[in-house]
Each structure stands twice: as C-alpha cells, then as structure tokens.
C-alpha cells in the first residue's frame, strides 16, 4: 500500500515507530494517489481512479488520510448509508508497507469513528473475507475498545452472489459506545 511519486519510505518511522502521524479528510487532489495506494494493497479490490476521486471529493467527510512527512501513509473509504444515515460503511481501509505494524489501521479507524461519533454515527459495519487477517484484527479490535458487541453474518455469499467468482463476504456490524 503505497502512493505513486512518495513512495520512498520515511526513514524517520524506522528510527521511530510510534510515528506521529497527521491525519485529514482527503481532497479531491488526493485521488490519485489514493488510486495507486489501492493498487499497491492487495488483496484490496481496485476501483477505478474515477471511484477514488469520488470518494476524496464527494465522500471526503466520511474517509480520512493518514500521512507521514508529507508521505501518503494510510486511507479509508467509508460513508454513512443512506437509509440509515447512522451507519457509517466501511469500505476500504489501506496502509502503505513502509506505515504497516505500527498500529496506523487503528488510530486512523478510532479518529474517523470519533468524528463521525460526533454526527450522530452509533454504529459501523464492514465486510471482510474470511482468510483477511489483517482485517479481522482491526474490526475486531475495534469491537473491543467498544464492549465486544459486534455480530458477524453472511453478506454476499460465494456461490449464491458471487456465482463463484469471489469469497463470501461477512458483514461485521459493530454498535459504538458513546463518545466520550
């Protein structure tokens, strides 16, 4: 996971792994880079540069960019959903290798759900594969630091949806814990 003209890693994050990392909502100008930070994350599911452009414009008040030095670090898609508009989707999350093992998933999760927190957000959800680690760490992670009351349930499934051409999907809805 990385981005296309900074991806030289920071020699400060090695010398410091609790980075102090900066984090915003994205810009329509960040599309591009969040495009090819996408690309460089398998197993992640590349949209086209059109969508990533979308999402940091149009989208921009539910995704939030992590960055190191002026170094694309980390992004996360999501939107509130919107026959429940407090649900707050999450759709993609991706960490750049040079930023990987220093907890940036979760700090930049925890800061996108206190801000949403803040705009009546009580629940979120994703889905996840089941062979994504990675991915269930964090959600499960976050379920924690929010009383271990997540639920788990087939969401796409292999055969049925996907017609055999794609994992099932298991939606993990994780109720929040009020902000402090």
């Given at each position: ?6 991806q ?68 996360i898609?999501?939107?509130?959903k ?28 925890d ?43 087939t ?26």
């Amino acid at each position: 996971m990385s981005t296309s003209a900074k991806q030289l890693m920071p020699s400060n994050i090695e010398k410091h792994p609790q980075a102090t990392w900066h984090f915003r909502e994205p810009s329509i100008d960040d599309g591009d880079d969040i495009f090819t930070l996408i690309a460089n994350c398998p197993p992640l599911d590349t949209n086209s540069s059109y969508c990533n452009f979308l999402q940091s414009s149009h989208f921009s008040k539910t995704c939030i960019l992590a960055e190191y030095n002026d170094t694309l670090a980390g992004f996360i898609s999501a939107y509130r959903k919107p026959d429940e508009p407090h649900v707050l989707f999450v759709w993609q999350v991706a960490v750049a290798p040079h930023s990987r093992g220093k907890g940036l998933a979760f700090s930049m999760l925890d800061a996108l759900v206190g801000r949403m927190q803040r705009h009546n957000v009580k629940v979120i959800e994703t889905t996840i594969t089941e062979d994504n680690e990675a991915s269930w760490a964090l959600f499960k992670k976050m379920d924690a630091a929010h009383g271990q009351q997540g639920v788990v349930t087939t969401f796409l499934d292999e055969q049925a949806h996907f017609k055999g051409k794609h994992d099932t999907e298991y939606l993990y809805r994780i109720t929040l814990k009020h902000s402090q």
